[in-house]
């Protein structure tokens, strides 16, 4: 049932309406939530490295603009019908998991990121780059007690990817985990690595990297710049799994000699290359390689109280989302460092 709040009838939101076209404010008429919806009330909007193919537009006509966005913290305002389990004021978070079918295999199953009918906020409908938003409830997770929206907002995506990616690949207790990549994914990856007990090793270009990684938990340091990190790992006893959070796959055939019999290479940066296979070494000494898709609103919430209890934080710079056009080119040319969030309702310098 609809709630009884008052809602405004409007929203700014951030739109493209064609290739090339920068996003610009509009003002969105806000229509009551579908049954089995709820309109959120955004506090906090991450920017991540995939919204950069939706912001160009490609996808966007004047009769059909876009407005992305997939990392999302907010309050629910109001609830469409049938939504149980829910109230208004709840706080919650939605990430690039943006609701299913329910009924299909995957989502019987547990694992409804792979629905074939998922849908992925800012594509499948409007998305976090916006005072509002409306979502499927099904999408909603539950932000753990204490911790800020700009905190959750890129636990929706970057969090639950590498929360999941460590978690998930049988790594032995006590093994060994390389993080290929400081940046908004491997910040969070190297945290979740050292926070499970795993013995750390954080790979990047440059000495000066060094302080940085240790300050987020990493046991060592391999600068790519002055060693080869194969040969690196190779040298601290091997890893049992290597996650590389780089944009390219370019360095990845580099890290094959570093890997440990039965251990994996897991991929989270994605750049549409191609990554050729020591067939042999991997037969002979029982590796994989293998991708990994972000998480369900379960998973959110388990990343979410496993970051909260153990002191796992995404470094976010904060921006008005006026702003975002600056956020997007900084991603897109490769100067920001960690997570930028996008904050409604404030208006730059």
């Given at each position: 049932?609809?709630?009884?709040?008052?809602?405004?009838?409007?929203?700014?939101?951030?739109?493209?309406?064609?290739?090339?076209?920068?996003?610009?404010?509009?003002?969105?008429?806000?229509?009551?939530?579908?049954?089995?919806?709820v309109?959120?009330?955004?506090?906090?909007?991450?920017?991540?490295?995939?919204?950069?193919?939706?912001a160009?537009?490609?996808?966007?006509?004047?009769?059909?603009?876009?407005?992305?966005?997939?990392?999302?913290?907010?309050?629910?305002?109001?609830?469409?019908?049938?939504?149980?389990?829910?109230?208004?004021?709840?706080?919650?978070?939605?990430?690039?998991?943006?609701?299913?079918?329910?009924?299909c295999?995957?989502?019987?199953?547990?694992?409804?990121?792979?629905?074939?009918?998922?849908?992925?906020?800012?594509?499948?409908?409007?998305?976090?780059?916006?005072?509002?938003?409306?979502?499927?409830?099904?999408?909603?997770?539950?932000?753990?007690?204490?911790m800020?929206f700009?905190?959750?907002?890129?636990?929706?995506?970057?969090?639950?990817?590498?929360?999941?990616?460590?978690?998930?690949?049988?790594?032995?207790?006590?093994?060994?985990?390389?993080?290929?990549?400081?940046?908004?994914?491997?910040?969070?990856?190297?945290?979740?690595?050292?926070?499970?007990?795993?013995?750390?090793?954080?790979?990047?270009?440059?000495?000066?990297?060094?302080?940085?990684?240790r300050?987020?938990?990493?046991?060592?340091?391999?600068?790519?710049?002055?060693?080869?990190?194969?040969?690196?790992?190779?040298?601290?006893?091997?890893?049992?799994?290597?996650?590389?959070?780089?944009?390219?796959?370019?360095?990845v055939?580099?890290?094959?000699?570093?890997?440990?019999?039965?251990?994996?290479?897991?991929?989270?940066?994605?750049?549409?290359?191609?990554?050729?296979?020591?067939?042999?070494?991997?037969?002979?000494?029982?590796?994989?390689i293998?991708?990994?898709?972000?998480?369900?609103?379960?998973?959110?919430?388990?990343?979410?109280?496993?970051?909260?209890?153990?002191?796992?934080?995404?470094?976010?710079?904060?921006?008005?989302?006026?702003?975002?056009?600056?956020?997007?080119?900084?991603?897109?040319?490769?100067?920001?460092?960690f997570?930028?969030?996008?904050?409604?309702?404030?208006?730059?310098?």
């Amino acid at each position: 049932m609809l709630s009884d709040t008052h809602i405004s009838p409007h929203s700014l939101s951030m739109r493209v309406t064609g290739p090339g076209e920068s996003l610009v404010p509009t003002d969105v008429v806000i229509s009551p939530p579908e049954p089995g919806w709820v309109l959120v009330r955004i506090m906090a909007t991450g920017v991540c490295y995939a919204d950069i193919a939706t912001a160009s537009g490609k996808s966007a006509s004047p009769d059909h603009p876009v407005t992305p966005g997939h990392e999302v913290a907010g309050v629910i305002e109001t609830l469409g019908d049938g939504v149980t389990g829910w109230r208004v004021g709840d706080r919650v978070a939605v990430g690039w998991f943006g609701g299913s079918c329910g009924h299909c295999r995957w989502c019987r199953s547990g694992r409804p990121v792979h629905c074939p009918d998922r849908k992925i906020p800012g594509i499948s409908y409007p998305g976090g780059w916006s005072e509002r938003i409306t979502v499927p409830a099904d999408a909603l997770a539950r932000i753990a007690d204490g911790m800020e929206f700009f905190t959750a907002a890129p636990m929706g995506c970057a969090g639950v990817t590498t929360f999941n990616a460590v978690r998930h690949a049988g790594t032995p207790n006590g093994g060994r985990i390389a993080i290929f990549g400081i940046g908004g994914l491997g910040h969070l990856a190297i945290q979740f690595a050292s926070r499970m007990g795993y013995e750390t090793i954080a790979i990047a270009r440059g000495a000066e990297r060094e302080p940085l990684a240790r300050s987020l938990g990493a046991h060592h340091y391999v600068d790519s710049d002055a060693m080869d990190p194969g040969e690196a790992l190779q040298a601290l006893g091997g890893a049992d799994q290597i996650i590389s959070t780089a944009s390219t796959t370019k360095p990845v055939p580099g890290l094959w000699s570093g890997l440990n019999p039965y251990g994996r290479i897991t991929l989270l940066g994605v750049d549409g290359g191609e990554v050729p296979v020591p067939v042999a070494q991997l037969v002979t000494k029982a590796q994989a390689i293998c991708g990994h898709r972000t998480g369900s609103p379960v998973e959110i919430e388990e990343a979410m109280n496993f970051a909260a209890v153990n002191g796992v934080t995404p470094w976010v710079e904060r921006l008005p989302l006026a702003d975002v056009n600056e956020a997007v080119t900084r991603l897109r040319e490769g100067h920001a460092r960690f997570r930028i969030v996008l904050e409604p309702g404030v208006t730059g310098d």
